[in-house]
C-alpha cells in the first residue's frame, strides 16, 4: 500500500495555515467594499435604467452593492469575533494570487486593443507555465488548443462578437 507521506508533494502545498489577525481579517473585508465602492461609481457613469428596462450600469451595479456588502460582512464578522477569526496568514502563496490577478488585469486591457487570440493564449500560457510549473510543452500546447476551443465556441458557435484578428 502507498505510504501517503510520500506521495505528498514538496513544499508547503500542505502545511497547515497559519492564522492571521484581527487586522488582517479587516483589510481583507475593507479591499472588496472600496473595489465595489469604485465600480459602483463606474457603474453610475453608465445608464443604469430600471429593473423593468435595465441599462448597461444595472448588473454592474448589482454585483458592486453584493461585493460591498460582503466585504462589510467581512469586516463585522473579523471586528466583532471573539478569539481565532478563521482568516489566514498572508504566505508566499498570495503573491501567486495578485500576480494572477495582475496578468488577468493586463489581459483585460489588451484584449479590446490587441484582440482575443494573442492575450488568451498569453494568459493561458503564463498561468500554466509560472503559476502551475507545467512544463513548457504543456503549456504551450494546452494554451492554444484552449484557445482555440474558446473560439470555435463563442466566435464560431455562438456568435459572440469578440473583437479577433482571426476570421473564418
Not at 15 to 29: I, L
Not at 88 to 105: M, P, Q, R, S, Y
Request: net charge negative; glycine share 12%; with cysteine.
Amino acid at each position: 500500500m502507498a505510504d501517503p507521506e510520500r506521495e505528498a508533494p514538496e513544499g508547503d502545498a500542505f502545511d497547515e495555515a497559519r492564522p492571521g489577525g484581527r487586522v488582517q481579517a479587516v483589510v481583507a473585508g475593507a479591499l472588496p467594499v472600496a473595489l465595489g465602492a469604485f465600480a459602483a461609481w463606474l457603474a453610475f457613469g453608465l445608464d443604469v435604467g430600471s429593473l423593468t428596462d435595465p441599462g448597461p450600469g444595472l448588473w454592474p451595479l448589482i454585483v458592486s452593492g453584493l461585493l460591498v456588502a460582503c466585504g462589510a460582512g467581512i469586516i463585522i464578522v473579523a471586528a466583532t469575533a471573539k478569539g481565532p477569526n478563521g482568516t489566514e496568514a498572508f504566505t508566499k502563496g498570495t503573491i501567486n494570487v495578485l500576480v494572477a490577478a495582475g496578468a488577468l488585469a493586463v489581459y483585460a486591457s489588451l484584449f479590446e486593443v490587441v484582440g482575443f487570440e494573442i492575450p488568451t493564449v498569453l494568459l493561458l500560457f503564463a498561468w500554466l507555465r509560472f503559476l502551475g510549473r507545467e512544463s513548457w510543452l504543456s503549456s504551450t500546447v494546452i494554451a492554444v488548443v484552449a484557445t482555440a476551443a474558446f473560439y470555435a465556441l463563442f466566435i464560431l458557435g455562438l456568435g459572440v462578437p469578440l473583437p479577433h484578428l482571426i476570421a473564418f
